[in-house]
């Protein structure tokens, strides 16, 4: 089986930092366009980044554009997400998964991990 398992969240305040890990164990997702999403209490989930297997291609959501980078370890099977300029609307659990293409903001269906709470504080 594959698991991800998210870490790297935390409380910070309006304007801090934090980055996030995803690692994948069980096999290899060199092959996979890896994102981040997001789901605040109450709300659905939302799409916030996706990266090619590569690295070589990211793609955003726009509320976090020139704020967040996604980036990915090949050989440590990993995926981070660096969350600068934090605003309280980033508070979520943020989780990652691979996506069904690069844009689709769609993630695969049944590699969720736990997820990683992140909570910015006004």
Known sequence: QVQLVESGG???QAGGSLRLSCAASGRTF????MGWFRQAPGK???FVAAIS??????YYTDSVKGRFTISRDIAKNTVYLQMNSLKPEDTAVYYCAPTTTMTSRQARS?????????????
């Open 53 to 58: 297997w590569s690295g070589d291609t990211t």
């Open 10 to 12: 935390g409380l910070v």
């Open 30 to 33: 060199s092959s996979y366009i």
């Open 44 to 46: 659905e989930r939302e």
């Open 110 to 122: 049944g590699y969720w991990g736990p997820g990683t709470q992140v909570t910015v504080s006004s």
